[in-house]
C-alpha cells in the first residue's frame, strides 16, 4: 500500500512573496519524513501543494513514481490529518469517519437528502462501509465514541477520530499537519506515541508537519528541515543533531538549544575563543569570525584548573530529574549565556557565584561561518583549553 | 481572598440568618431589571390585553368592558379572516423566496474576489432605499399601460397583467416587491455565515472526495450555516408578518389586498375603533409568537450540534 514521494523543483509564490523555492525532497515507501522549521517557513503551503489542495507555480509532485500534479486530492489516495481536526461539527464520529467511503461507493443521487432512500443498493454498501468504520475503530480504540458529535469529544478523542478518517480508506501517504500541537503536554506524549504505533503497524508513508523538534526526533526516521521556503537539510535525526547543516538547524534541533558562541579564526587557522585557542582549527585559508557551536551535554566544567580556559559565573542550576542544566554567564563578555547539562548523580560542587572553566572535546564542537553554513574542522595535536 | 477576608465582619450582623440575607440580597439585584423590564414591555403589553376586552373609541366618552366580544368578532369578520389568510400567503411566499434567493445570492457574492463589494452594495441598495418612495417606482414599473414590464410581456406575446388591480396577482405582486426589498439584507447575514466558516472544512471535505459543488454544499456549507439559516428564516417571516407599507401606498388594502396589520390600521386609526384593533394586535402578536416558537424549536433541533 505503502508509496514513495518525489518532488522536483517546487516553487510557490503568493501574490509577490515567495513562499517555496526549489525544494527538492525524496521520501522513501514506509517512511516517516517529519517536516520542520521556524513559524512561517512554508511547511503547510508544501503539505498542502502534496496533497492537492494548494497548486505549485513550478515544480513536480509524484506520488509512487506517477505525477500527481493534474490529478485532485481524493484521486491522489491521500489523507490528510489537519492540526484542529477539522471533524464536521454536525455529523457523529461515525458520519465523519463514513464520509470518505461513502463518497467512494455511492454515486451522487444516492447520497442526496431524501432522494437517496430510492437507492436499492444503498443499504447494503452502507452496511459494508459500518463494518469497516468498526473495524477502524477497534483500532483506535474509538469504539464507544462513535455516536458522538465532535462537540462532545475532548481533543485526544477528536484526533483519533480524525486519525480514523485518515485510515479508513487506506491512502498510501498520510499527511499530518501539526496535529498534536492542540493537546496538553501529557496527552501529546501519548498521542506520540499512539502515531509512531501506528506508523510500524500500517507501514505506510507519512509526512508529518511539526514545530517541535522533539517530536520530530522522536517520530521520524528522517527530518526535513525548511528555513525560509529553502530546504536547509535533510537527514535522520542524529545527523541534524550531531552534523547540523546549518546555525539554523542547530539552533533549531535540540532542547536545550545548542550554545552558539562568537569566535574567530587567527590567520594560522585556529580557532580562538576570546583571547584563548580552542584546540580546533578551520579548513584551510578560512580566517576572520566565525560562530563556534556547543551543546549542552559536550562542555564540561573544571572548578580548579590552572590551564588557560575560557571561564564562567555559574547564575542558576536547575533540576530537571535525571539532569541537572547549569546557566553561566562567560566572563569575557556576560553577555553571551551558557547552558551546561550535566547528569543529576555527577559529583562536583556547583555554587552560583562560582567561576568555572570551561571544556569540551574538539570533535564535538560544531563550527559555523559568517553565513552560518558548516565548516569542517580538524582537532589539533595540542589540545588546548579543551578536555579529553 | 476577599471572601475570607470579609467573613468575619459579616458574621457580626446578628438579626438574619445567612439564607435570608442571600435572598434579600438577590431580590436587591434583580429589582432594577424587573422593574424596567414591567415599565417597557409588561405594561404596555398589559395595556393592549385589557384595551382589547373593551369598545374603547377615541373621542368616546364612556367604555365598556366586552370580555372576549372583540375577538369572536374577529374571528367571524369575514374581512379580517380574508387578511390573515393573505397574510398567510404572503409569508408563505417571502419566507422560502428571501432563505434561498438570500443564500442564492450571498453563495454568488462569496465567490467573487475583486467585484465583491461591487455587488454587496448593489443588493443591499434595496434595503437602504425606503419602501414608500420605491413603491412608486413599483407602481410605474408595473402599470398596465405604460410600464416597462407589460411592455416586456406583450413584446414576448403574453397578455398584459394586472400586477396592482387584479385581485388574485396582489399578493403575489407585493410579495415580489418584498421580496426585492429583503434580499439584500439576507445577503449580508449569509455573506457574515460564509465567512466564518473554517477553511479547513473545505480543505478535509476535498480531501475526502467531496469537493464537487454539490457534495461541498451539503457536507460544510449548509450544515455550517444552520444557525444563520434559522435567524435569518426567524427574521424574515417577522417582517412578512409585518406587511404594511406597500399594502398602503399601492393598493391600500383594496379586495384581495387585506393584510393584518393594514387591517389594524384601518380600525385603530381610520374608524378610530381602538379596542376591536387592539384585539387585532393581540391576534397578531400570538400568530407572531406562535410562529417564532414553533420555528426555534423545529430549527433548533438541527441546528445545534
Ligand atoms: N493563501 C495564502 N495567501 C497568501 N499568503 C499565504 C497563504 N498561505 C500562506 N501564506 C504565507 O506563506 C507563508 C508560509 O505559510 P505556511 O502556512 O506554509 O507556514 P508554516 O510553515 O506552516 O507556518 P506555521 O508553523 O506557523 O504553521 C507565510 O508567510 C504565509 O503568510
Ligand atoms: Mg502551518
Redesign the pocket.
Known sequence: MEHSLELTRISKA??K?G?LSEIDLTVEPGEFLSLV??????????LRIIAGLERQDAGQVRIGGRPVDDLSPRARNIAMVFQNYALYPHMSAAENIALPLMVDRLSLPERLPLIRHLSLRRKRIEAAISSEIGKVAEALQIEPLLARKPGQLSGGQRQRVALARAMVRQPSLFLM??PLSNLDAQLRVHMRDELTELHRRLGATFIY?T?DQIEAMTMSTRIAM?DGGRLAQIGSPADLYERPASLTVARFIGSPAINILPARVDPQGHVILGTLPTGLAAPEGMAGPVSLGLRPEHIRLHSSCDRAMPMATLRRSEHHGADRLLHLDLAEDRQTGLIVRIPQDETGHFQPGETYGIGFAPEKAHLFNSSGQRLGTRPLPARIGAAA | MTTLALAPAIDRVPQRSRPVREWLAGTLFVVPATMLLLAIIIAPLLCLLILSMTDYEIGAMQIRWLGLGNFEKALSDPVFRRAMGNTLLYVALVLPGGVILGLLVALLVHGRTRSRAFYEVAYFLPVTATLIAMAAVWQFLLHPKLGPVNGLLKAAGFPEMGFISEPSLLIPTLAVIGLWNLIGFNMILFLAGLTAIPRDLYDAAEIDGAGGPIDRFLTVTWPQLAPTTMFVAVTTSITAFKVFDTVAVLTRGRDGSEVLLYAIYLEGFQYFKIGYSAALTVIFLAFMLAFSVFQAFQLDRRVHY
Open positions: 503568493f501574490g512573496a513562499v522549521g521556524p513559524s512561517g517557513c512554508g511547511k503547510s503551503t508544501l499537519d501539526e508537519v514545530h525548511l
